[in-house]
């Protein structure tokens, strides 16, 4: 269990910004992770009073603040409607409900946790962050940035008619996943031709595999489908750990995404 000196309710983002910049301070979110741990902070700054707890849906995104929790982007309609089954079979294992009530997406895309369900599925939607420093950065660049003072405001899902497909496999349920995989199909105005495959829980952070090759160029089919979660899995790198060895994710990997695939084009 963490200690805390000094509780501040943040007034502004700009008040907040400003006192994160000493070591010793730190932003809570639902505090499921900190709590976790036994950090000693000088300053807590509680960003709860800001309205920072809003899912916004445009003609063009939908923008979640960072203190939104789990639980409310899972039961969003709006959301659900959009992309479909995939954002709520990412939630949905994680611990349980009265959890996800709490657990808020900032802490959880901030943490940049390997074994993370969100940033799996986001990285594969090509989500965007806003950090009130930074300004708005790419998800598949953020997760490559190391720890700083910033604060993520908001993770923003953009509407680019997406299809896509979520799927991991855990010894049991509610654990972290032993392999996290998101396929999706983005539009036809990117430079490749739209097939992305995200992998987290390696257990290394989740990384991003393009159809560099082309192996869905002439759509998916149960040969097409094998062979690039064949390519995927030989792209990455796996690690052992006491959910499962590097083999073992390596080979789940050609099973799960290969069924992803085939699961995403049957949905239509
Ligand atoms: C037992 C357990 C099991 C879990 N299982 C899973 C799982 O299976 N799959 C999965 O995906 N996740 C899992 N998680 C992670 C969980 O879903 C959350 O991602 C995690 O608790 C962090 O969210 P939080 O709101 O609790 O953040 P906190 O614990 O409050 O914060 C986490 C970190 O982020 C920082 N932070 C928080 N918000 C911001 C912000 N807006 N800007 C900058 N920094 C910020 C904090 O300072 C802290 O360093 C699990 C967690 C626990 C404790």
């Not at 097939?195 to 987290?200: K, L, M, P, S």
């Amino acid at each position: 269990m963490f200690t805390i000196d000094q509780y501040i309710k943040a007034e502004s983002l700009e008040q907040a910004y400003s006192l994160n910049q000493k070591k010793t301070a730190t932003i809570l979110g639902g505090c499921g992770w900190l709590k976790m741990g036994n950090r000693s902070i000088r300053t807590a700054i509680d960003l709860s009073g800001l309205g920072l707890d809003k899912i916004e849906e445009t003609e063009t995104e939908f923008k979640l603040g960072c203190m939104v929790t789990l639980r409310q982007i899972e039961t969003n309609d709006g959301i659900n409607n959009y992309f479909g089954d995939s954002v709520r079979e990412c939630l949905r294992h994680i611990v349980g409900v009265q959890f996800r009530n709490c657990v808020t997406i900032g802490g959880s895309i901030w943490g940049r946790f390997g074994f993370s369900d969100p940033l799996t599925l986001f990285l594969a939607l090509d989500a965007d962050v806003k950090l009130y420093h930074a300004g708005i950065v790419k998800l598949s660049d953020f997760v490559k940035m190391p720890y700083d003072r910033d604060i993520l405001t908001h993770v923003i899902l953009p509407k680019k008619k997406q299809k896509t497909y979520y799927i991991t496999h855990r010894a049991t349920e509610t654990d972290f996943p032993v392999i996290a995989c998101a396929v999706s199909k983005l539009p036809e105005d990117f430079t490749d031709n739209g097939f992305r495959v995200a992998v987290g829980a390696r257990p290394q952070r989740a990384s991003i595999v393009l159809d560099a090759d082309g192996i869905l160029n002439d759509g998916i089919t149960e040969e097409s489908a094998k062979k690039f979660a064949d390519y995927v899995a030989d792209s990455l790198n796996f690690s052992s750990n006491i959910r499962g060895s590097a083999d073992f994710r390596h080979h789940l990997t050609r099973v799960l995404v290969r069924r992803a695939l085939l699961a995403m084009n049957q949905e239509g």
